[in-house]
């Protein structure tokens, strides 16, 4: 069992930066996807186990970036250039060690064992 907490989100206005943090009770690959009202959950962003690989979505490719600190056991995603249609809740997720998988279950949200509660991003024009 791994427990999440996500936090840092809140109010922005559009071209402004955001730092989103996700603190985990253990090691794990984790990832970033993100649900606007009336929208399905979608992928942002993934990084792995060790912290060497990260993926992203096309949407923030350039803009957001995912880091992770095996020490503290947790994980950022700095949130740059803005834009309305990045509001939404944020939510931190993990999964279990597997090794020998592809790269693309990284970008797959059925392969995320844990979920944090979720932390609201709002970007205004």
């Known amino acids: 069992q791994v427990q999440l907490v996500e936090s840092g989100g809140g109010l922005v206005q559009a071209g402004g930066s955001v730092r989103l943090s996700c603190a985990a009770s253990?090691?794990?690959?984790m990832a970033w996807f993100r649900q606007a009202p009336g929208k399905e959950r979608e992928f942002v962003a993934a990084?792995?186990?060790?912290?060497?690989?990260?993926y992203y979505a096309d949407s923030v490719k350039g803009r957001f970036t995912i880091s992770k600190d095996n020490v503290q056991n947790t994980v950022y995603l700095q949130m740059n250039s803005l834009k309305p249609e990045d509001t939404a809740v944020y939510y931190c997720?993990?999964?279990?060690?597997?090794?020998?998988?592809?790269?693309?279950?990284?970008?797959?949200?059925?392969?995320?064992?844990?979920w944090g509660q979720g932390t609201q991003v709002t970007v205004s024009s």
């Open positions: 990084v792995n186990l060790s912290g060497s690989q990260t």
């Open positions: 997720a993990a999964r279990k060690v597997q090794l020998g998988l592809s790269s693309l279950t990284y970008y797959m949200e059925r392969t995320y064992d844990y």
């Open positions: 253990g090691r794990s690959a």
